[in-house]
């Protein structure tokens, strides 16, 4: 074998080496805290349910009619949303959080069809997610405009023009996330309804959207995680409380 072959040989092994670390990378979910397990559990007020494909949360005193549809973050599985789901469900709705294949909801975006087609019940449905869970979201509420009443942003915005649906929109933000300007700004209004609602969180980041940790280039929040998960099940609950009231 020649130079220039052994050369080449090497550059391209290099390259294999570089993407099989970079799908690594990709393909490692974050590390989960424990109150994410815990979470996974039925409580005196919340029935929780593994349903295979899907978590589910539901009011114990009863059965919801309007319910939330939840797509985790990039790399985040959908355990880490278990103590915020349970949280809404204690105010009288069900919750139904996804994983993702790969923890990647750009490769789910129909995975809401399964909860939707198995809970007639429901006769109002939200869905929302963390990042780009959230954006996964937009894109299947701007494909169903006739099952999904309402969305709620966390930490996310539309990659899609949604301004004309008859749709309810939250959008709530830690304002330390590295990404608040997007997630806020003029183009994130724009492709939105006019009467979005829109909601910063102070001293708030990107992972304390969820309970896991690890989120790289996510400046540390100056406020608890329990504080701002308690902001983020508040605005939530208040966007599904305008859609139906609960039971």
């Known amino acids: 074998m020649g130079r220039t072959a052994r050369i080449v040989g090497l550059v391209i092994l290099g390259v294999v080496i570089l993407v099989i670390a970079g799908l690594g990378w990709w393909l490692t ?10 979470s996974l559990a039925s409580t005196d007020t919340v029935a929780f349910r593994d349903a295979g494909s899907w978590f589910e949360w539901s009011p114990a005193d009863g059965p919801p009619t309007t319910g939330l549809i939840v797509y985790p973050g990039a790399k ?10 349970l949280a809404i469900a204690d105010e009288g709705y069900l919750v139904v959080v996804i994983p993702m294949p790969l ?10 069809d ?7 019940e429901i006769t109002r449905w939200a869905i ?10 937009a894109q299947y509420a701007g494909d169903h405009p006739d099952r999904i009443a309402g969305l709620a ?7 899609t023009d949604l301004s004309a649906l008859d749709l309810a929109v939250l959008s709530t933000w830690g304002s330390l996330d590295a990404g608040a300007a997007r997630m806020s700004g003029p183009e994130a209004r ?14 708030g980041n990107h992972e304390q959207m969820g309970w896991y940790t690890g989120q790289p280039n996510d400046p540390p929040a100056t406020i608890s995680r329990e504080d701002q998960q308690r902001s983020v099940a508040a605005s939530t609950v208040e966007l599904l409380r305008g859609l139906a009231p609960a039971p």
Do not use: R, T
């Open 128 to 137: 929302g997610g963390h990042s780009l869970g959230g954006s996964m979201a």
């Open 76 to 85: 985040v599985p959908a355990e880490a949303y278990g103590p915020l789901a």
């Open 190 to 203: 724009a492709a939105v309804p006019a009467d979005a609602v829109f909601v910063e969180i102070p001293g």
């Open 153 to 159: 942003f966390w930490a996310s915005y539309a990659a």
């Open 114 to 120: 399964g909860p939707i087609d198995v809970h007639p």
């Open 103 to 112: 923890n990647l909801a750009i490769l789910g975006v129909s995975k809401a």
């Open 29 to 38: 979910p974050q590390p989960l805290l424990p109150e994410a397990e815990a």
